[in-house]
Each structure stands twice: as structure tokens, then as C-alpha cells.
């Protein structure tokens, strides 16, 4: 059964994210896509998703030319979404940058907060499925409180304000899987949605949803 086109999305290209299962996981939640790296194309669409793998020292020097058109479309209080490291790279600096000898690195600010490594004694990257526990209501998480995602990552978001937390996990300690700011517009997830079965299915059809509201 086709799903019904509902929302303009642009999934944006800085070189670092997975185009291609982020474009097929937002056209199966009824999206139509257009990659690209022009800001000028975010104003025009009804929502933003901020892909990403790698370090995020070189996913904001990738992100320099799009920093400013990014950060103005979320001031508008339009739908940013971040994967990943798209979502750390929400945060105002990282841990993996001073870590890898790459100075102070400022992230977009739009969640102020640190990005944080695991601690010694736990394996890194931190890999596989872990359950989801949503404690703040946000748009994207109806239907997934429970549900389990598919995280890869080392690093973790450590949010000034303990509200910018949606959702957590357990991998040792607790750590925030979902984040977003306070007028709930701008938002990540620290797993991969597209590789992360019904449930990231959901939480992108959730997401289209918002985008149209």
C-alpha cells in the first residue's frame, strides 16, 4: 500500500550523513525529499533533517557554509531534526574534539550542552539495540515510549537543562537518546531512526506529522 505524500523535507548533504537509507526511511514515512546543501532551500520546506556520521569536529567544519541558514530556519521556529551526530551537532561543543586534539569546537548552540565520552570501562562505540524511556512529551515520540532503536555512537549528549531530555537509555548509565529545546521545534535522536526498524518508522511518520501541523 503507497503512502501518502505529506510533507517537503530537505534532507541536508555536508558530506558526512547516510543519504541514501535517511532519503528511503523519510519516503516510507511519506515524505518527499530533496538533498541538498543550499540554504536557501530550507525556507522553502516543511521540514529540516540534519543527517550524520563521523566526528564532530569535521561535521562543523562541513556545516560551515549552511551554520548560519540553520540556525536562523530554527530560530523561526521551524522543524530541525538531527541524526546522530546531526544531533550532537545541536549541542555548543564536544568532548571528542579537545579528545582528538581539535581545539574548541562550537556546535550550533541550539541546545546548549556538552557532548560527553563514555566513561573508561565501557565499551566504545557504544553498539546495538537499546530500549527507549520517553519522560517528556514531544511529537516525535507518540507510540515509542518501550520500543527499542539502534544506536552507534561514543559520544552523548549532556544538556544543560535537564528538560532538553525527550528520552533515554541505558548503556551503564542513563544517557539522553532524544533531545530537543525548549519550544520543542528543534530536536534530535542520538540512534538512527532509518536503521532502526517499526520503531524508527514510527518516529519519522511521527515527525512528517509534525511538519504539516
Not at 546531526?86 to 569546537?105: H, N, P
Not at 544538556?159 to 539522553?176: H, K, N, Q, S
Amino acid at each position: 500500500m503507497s503512502v501518502q505524500t505529506t510533507a517537503d523535507i530537505v534532507l541536508v548533504d555536508y558530506g558526512l550523513g547516510n543519504l541514501r537509507s535517511a532519503t528511503r526511511g523519510l519516503e516510507r514515512a511519506g515524505a518527499s525529499v530533496t538533498i541538498s546543501d543550499d540554504p536557501g532551500r530550507f525556507h522553502a520546506a516543511d521540514g529540516v533533517v540534519l543527517p550524520g556520521v563521523g566526528a564532530f569536529a569535521e561535521g562543523m567544519e562541513n556545516a560551515a557554509s549552511i551554520r548560519d541558514g540553520l540556525v536562523e530556519y530554527a530560530k523561526e521556529g521551524r522543524p530541525l531534526f538531527g541524526i546522530c551526530l546531526g544531533m550532537q551537532m545541536l549541542l555548543t561543543s564536544s568532548e571528542e574534539a579537545d579528545t582528538e586534539g581539535q581545539g574548541d569546537v562550537q556546535g550550533l548552540d541550539l541546545i546548549p550542552g556538552r557532548n560527553r565520552r563514555f566513561a573508561e570501562g565501557q565499551k566504545i562505540p557504544h553498539m546495538g539495540w537499546n530500549e527507549l524511556s520517553v519522560g517528556r512529551d514531544h511529537p516525535i515520540t507518540e507510540g515509542i515510549d518501550g520500543e527499542y532503536a539502534y544506536f552507534v555512537h561514543s559520544y552523548y549528549a549532556d544538556p544543560d537543562d535537564e528538560r532538553a531530555v525527550v528520552a533515554e537509555t541505558d548503556y551503564g548509565i542513563d544517557f539522553p537518546a532524544i533531545v530537543a529545546n525548549e519550544a520543542g521545534n528543534v530536536f534530535g535522536t542520538q540512534f538512527h531512526p532509518e536503521k532502526s526498524g517499526e520503531t524508527g518508522l514510527r518516529i519519522l511518520r511521527n515527525f512528517v506529522d509534525y511538519c504539516v501541523e
